[in-house]
């Protein structure tokens, strides 16, 4: 892996909220484990000039369709459900993060990412989170289809399927850019 230039590059963090990391086991690392590796990848990008965006869902705003095609939405969710897990956000300290709310698996269709990254001149997306097999593969096909050179974090991921995360890892996600490790990156920081 080449060295990364930040000032052209964004960490796109990818649904670390309360109401997705609170429901349930993740695999092949736990919740806190890639709470961890984010708050590593965050720290290390930290008032530098890398640009930090941080994407929550608002599932509220989603349907979703079930086997035999009818939809369903979610009601009413308790306000903590959109809240970010990650500490750099409760903080303040940071003054490279950005957040977007979602509302479809990717993080590009249907909000402001793409804008905001190119008008910070951002062609290299670092993406994380959860869950591997929606929103990060959505979100990191999203940014492949928009010309942004795009490296997944592996351990800084997981998924409610250990099985299919390996499967994106193993064969999808290096037909749109790069696999990394945390280590990896923060090397190249």
Same mark, same amino acid.
């Given at each position: 892996?080449?060295?990364?230039?930040?000032?052209?590059?964004?960490?796109?963090?990818?649904?670390?909220?309360?109401?997705?990391?609170?429901s349930g086991d993740l695999q092949p690392y736990t919740a806190s484990?890639?709470?961890?590796?984010?708050?590593?990848?965050?720290?290390?990008?930290?008032?530098?000039?890398?640009?930090?965006?941080?994407?929550?869902v608002d599932p509220t705003t989603m349907r979703f369709l079930n086997?035999?095609?009818? =939809?369903?939405?979610?009601?009413? &969710?308790? %306000?903590?459900?959109?809240? #970010?897990?990650?500490?750099? @956000?409760? *903080?303040?300290? /940071?003054?490279?993060?950005?957040?977007?709310?979602?509302?479809?698996?990717?993080?590009?269709?249907?909000?402001?990412?793409?804008?905001?990254?190119?008008?910070?001149?951002?062609?290299?997306?670092?993406?994380?989170?959860?869950?591997?097999?929606? =929103?990060?593969?959505?979100?990191? &096909?999203? %940014?492949?289809?928009?010309? #942004?050179?795009?490296?997944? @974090?592996? *351990?800084?991921? /997981?998924?409610?399927?250990?099985?299919?995360?390996?499967?994106?890892?193993?064969?999808?996600?290096?037909?749109?850019?790069?696999?990394?490790?945390?280590?990896?990156?923060?090397?190249?920081?």
């Amino acid at each position: 892996m080449e060295n990364l230039d930040l000032a052209r590059t964004a960490l796109v963090v990818i649904d670390l909220q309360k109401g997705i990391m609170e429901s349930g086991d993740l695999q092949p690392y736990t919740a806190s484990e890639v709470v961890e590796k984010n708050n590593q990848l965050a720290q290390a990008m930290k008032n530098t000039a890398g640009l930090i965006t941080l994407v929550n869902v608002d599932p509220t705003t989603m349907r979703f369709l079930n086997r035999n095609g009818s =939809g369903r939405a979610y009601g009413n &969710l308790p %306000a903590e459900f959109l809240e #970010y897990v990650m500490p750099i @956000v409760q *903080d303040g300290e /940071a003054e490279n993060v950005i957040k977007i709310t979602k509302h479809n698996p990717g993080a590009f269709f249907g909000t402001d990412l793409d804008l905001q990254l190119r008008r910070r001149g951002i062609d290299t997306v670092i993406l994380t989170g959860v869950a591997t097999s929606n =929103g990060v593969y959505a979100t990191a &096909l999203e %940014a492949y289809q928009h010309g #942004y050179k795009v490296i997944v @974090v592996e *351990d800084a991921c /997981a998924d409610r399927d250990g099985e299919l995360h390996h499967v994106f890892f193993d064969k999808l996600f290096v037909k749109l850019g790069q696999v990394a490790a945390t280590k990896e990156i923060l090397e190249k920081i």
